[in-house]
């Protein structure tokens, strides 16, 4: 909503012209992503294409079929569990998930497809539930494919990949179709092995605004993964670098989908809705303790086996200039996993020797929420918002010696309210526009350990976690542009969040710990000097600190929050022969453990991509991952760890307390070509 005659400032929207930008910013830290800033990037992994999110840092301690590390905000996100992310209206995060709650698996993305990515950090937006505690990102596909093409992608450690895909338009139909092969061993002793199948056929008419899309999905992987490993191994020479210190981990994946959207927008209103279908599966072998129960190491199997489906519909009603341009939206969600089989499994070599818990879950939630949007002059407007969540699960224990008595139904809501001020614009270092949130969000435990009584591992007595881990946080942020092609925000953020989620080391999950809070500091730029020219420059420094200090050593730092990160990137693109793309990432060290005597090293890593249009029809692209050879970690954790050795020699006990760590992939050269027709 715009008021007729109001100056407004619009959202930060990377795209070629100011006639294309879209929306109004509710917070200094929202924005829209579009293809135009993908296209010059270079990416290791598809999940990257989320470090478009100022401040988002995407890292892997595992194999490239398990979903990515993220942090953000001083949050060690895991896989997911405090941001949020949608691809075609359907939910990623995995809620009671076999390997982490809220576990989001991106690497079906298909980074040349996305259209656009709409993100937002902190709790402030009615529309969104479970999982953004930090923020959410929408992505969607491109609607329209302008020119069919075929890409052919070599690199070293035999990687490999083929992506195709065509558009044919009929009318105002028009019909995309893609698929990706892709494979790749790795810099890792023991190959990756990674056999990855994707597909995507996507049928749409109009516009996201008025219009409609179908879309189905594809995605099958398999991978031998190298996870995390105990640093002493490699100083003492028993494994190399990138050596394995289990044999045969990694696992196998699939995600089939079928999502539909609709939307019609009117001069008094709007409306949207849309609906999904996933059937998922992931199977996966990890052994992140080594070799603490004996000489066969300590492998498990952690499987799950689930259909999700659900939609969300809303309208929105455009009430004019005699109320005050008031835009009012109101809108319900629907979620339900049925979860055939979620187990957890002891294995040898990828054979099942044991039973630690198996159990079937049945979970619903079901969410509405309000929002009213009013510009009470040119330089006021608010927005109100209020949102209701009820989330009811069934969980039935099916196997493991003492998990029979887990089990049960669990019903949980939260009632959370929104206020968004936003003052301006002023002609104050040009455009300028002043921001206050406030918010309550939330995320979602484990069904299982919501419905918790005993320990599966050993029947000892334990206690039920919560089924909603409260969230509440407020910010104040300056939005300007200072010169033309400029665009720069800045804030100061806070958060509360009522149980915070740790890693442990020894056992490779994350557990439910105490209460917890955040402040930051943001400043992020996006900067277009001349035309076919982008650069943006973020820098984000936080501190995450428990309430209450641990007992064992009176610390209250949260594990594995990084308190600094930086990133510069830079891409060229004039529409001639040459084009290309510079990023360079900082990640500041950060405390291992809860009394912060233990750190992570800093380190900063670049990547570049260079390409050259041989013809309209033909180009060539170099993609140079870690331009400079750093040899650091991607991931550091403390934990206890056995090594095979020290298990033979009768020196590891109940595991070593030390540093766990993945290293960086050594500098990678990998070339492109792309035919269009």
């Keep these: 909503m715009q008021a007729a005659g109001i100056p407004t400032l619009q959202e930060i929207t990377v795209n070629s012209g100011s006639q294309d930008l879209t929306g109004i910013a509710d917070s200094a830290n929202e924005g829209t992503v579009t293809a135009k800033q993908l296209a010059n990037r270079p990416l290791l992994r598809p999940a990257e294409v989320l470090e478009t999110v100022p401040g988002m840092?995407?890292?892997?301690?595992?194999?490239?079929?398990?979903?990515?590390?993220?942090?953000?905000?001083?949050?060690?996100?895991?896989?997911?569990?405090?941001?949020?992310?949608?691809?075609?209206?359907?939910?990623?995060?995995?809620?009671?998930?076999?390997?982490?709650?809220?576990?989001?698996?991106?690497?079906?993305?298909?980074?040349?497809?996305?259209?656009?990515?709409?993100?937002?950090?902190?709790?402030?937006?009615?529309?969104?539930?479970?999982?953004?505690?930090?923020?959410?990102?929408?992505?969607?596909?491109?609607?329209?494919?302008?020119?069919?093409?075929?890409?052919?992608?070599?690199?070293?450690?035999?990687?490999?990949?083929?992506?195709?895909?065509?558009?044919?338009?009929l009318n105002d139909l028009n019909l995309i179709g893609a698929i990706e092969v892709a494979g790749?061993?790795?810099?890792w002793e023991q190959a990756e092995n990674l056999e990855k199948y994707n597909g995507?056929?996507?049928?749409?008419?109009?516009?996201?605004?008025?219009?409609?899309?179908?879309?189905?999905?594809?995605?099958?992987?398999?991978?031998?993964?190298?996870?995390?490993?105990?640093?002493?191994?490699?100083?003492?020479?028993?494994?190399?670098?990138?050596?394995?210190?289990?044999?045969?981990d990694g696992g196998h994946t699939h995600r089939y989908s079928l999502a539909g959207d609709w939307a019609q927008t009117g001069a008094n209103g709007a409306s949207k809705a849309s609906l999904y279908v996933v059937d998922y599966g992931l199977n996966l072998f990890s052994a992140p303790s080594g070799y603490i129960?004996?000489?066969?190491?300590?492998?498990?199997?952690?499987?799950?086996?689930?259909?999700?489906?659900?939609?969300?519909?809303?309208?929105?009603?455009?009430?004019?200039?005699?109320?005050?341009?008031?835009?009012?939206?109101?809108?319900?969600?629907?979620?339900?996993?049925?979860?055939s089989k979620v187990g957890l499994y002891t294995t040898e070599n990828r054979r099942r020797t044991g039973t630690v818990r198996e159990d079937r879950i049945d979970e619903t939630a079901v969410a509405a929420f309000f929002a009213a949007r009013t510009q009470w002059n040119h330089w006021l407007r608010t927005n109100l918002g209020l949102r209701r969540d009820q989330i009811r699960a069934q969980a039935t224990a099916l196997g493991g010696q003492y998990n029979m008595d887990n089990g049960g139904s669990v019903d949980a809501g939260q009632t959370s309210p929104k206020l968004g001020v936003v003052f301006g614009p002023f002609n104050l270092l040009g455009q300028t526009e002043f921001y206050a949130n406030w918010g309550h969000g939330f995320h979602s435990n484990d069904a299982r350990g919501a419905t918790a009584r005993t320990n599966p591992q050993d029947g000892s007595a334990t206690e039920a976690v919560p089924l909603i881990v409260k969230a509440k946080g407020s910010e104040l942020g300056m939005r300007a542009a200072p010169l033309p092609g400029w665009n720069s925000s800045l804030s100061v953020w806070q958060m509360e969040l009522a149980s915070e989620l740790v890693f442990i080391g020894d056992e490779g999950i994350t557990e439910p710990k105490g209460a917890s809070q955040r402040h930051g500091v943001e400043w992020s730029n996006y900067i277009t000097p001349a035309d076919g020219w982008i650069i943006d420059a973020d820098l984000a420094w936080s501190q995450a600190r428990f309430k209450q200090a641990n007992p064992d050593n009176g610390g209250r730092h949260v594990p594995n929050a990084i308190p600094l990160t930086a990133s510069l990137g830079l891409s060229a693109d004039h529409g001639g022969a040459w084009f290309g793309g510079l990023r360079l990432r900082y990640l500041g060290a950060y405390a291992l453990e809860e009394s912060g005597e233990q750190k992570s090293t800093p380190f900063w890593m670049a990547n570049l991509k260079a390409g050259y249009r041989i013809s309209p029809q033909l180009q060539l692209t170099l993609d140079v991952l870690n331009l400079f050879d750093k040899q650091a970690n991607d991931i550091e954790y403390w934990g206890g760890s056995c090594t095979r050795s020290?298990?033979?020699?009768?020196?590891?006990?109940?595991?070593?307390?030390?540093?766990?760590?993945?290293?960086?992939?050594p500098r990678t050269f990998r070339i492109g070509l792309r035919a269009t027709f």
């Excluded at 690497?107 to 505690?133: C, H, W």
């Excluded at 049928?203 to 490993?229: C, I, P, R």
Aim: overall charge negative.
């Design 293 to 339: 129960s004996g000489s066969q190491g300590d492998q498990h199997e952690q499987a799950d086996e689930r259909t999700t489906w659900g939609g969300q519909a809303s309208h929105s009603w455009f009430l004019g200039p005699n109320w005050k341009d008031t835009e009012i939206t109101a809108g319900l969600q629907l979620r339900h996993d049925r979860i």
């Design 184 to 187: 790749n061993d790795g810099p």
């Design 57 to 169: 840092i995407v890292t892997q301690h595992s194999g490239d079929g398990k979903a990515n590390q993220y942090f953000l905000r001083g949050f060690n996100l895991d896989h997911g569990s405090d941001f949020a992310t949608q691809i075609m209206d359907m939910p990623v995060n995995m809620v009671s998930h076999a390997h982490g709650q809220g576990y989001m698996d991106l690497n079906f993305l298909i980074p040349e497809l996305v259209g656009s990515m709409k993100y937002r950090k902190g709790v402030y937006a009615a529309e969104d539930g479970d999982f953004a505690t930090t923020g959410s990102a929408r992505i969607d596909y491109l609607r329209q494919l302008d020119k069919s093409f075929v890409d052919i992608g070599l690199g070293q450690h035999n990687y490999r990949r083929l992506l195709a895909a065509g558009g044919h338009q």
């Design 200 to 248: 995507v056929l996507r049928l749409t008419s109009g516009t996201a605004a008025n219009g409609f899309s179908l879309t189905g999905m594809l995605y099958q992987a398999d991978w031998t993964a190298t996870e995390h490993v105990p640093e002493r191994a490699i100083a003492s020479g028993e494994i190399g670098r990138y050596g394995a210190l289990s044999a045969n």
């Design 646 to 665: 020290e298990t033979l020699g009768g020196t590891c006990g109940g595991g070593i307390d030390g540093r766990l760590v993945h290293p960086l992939e």
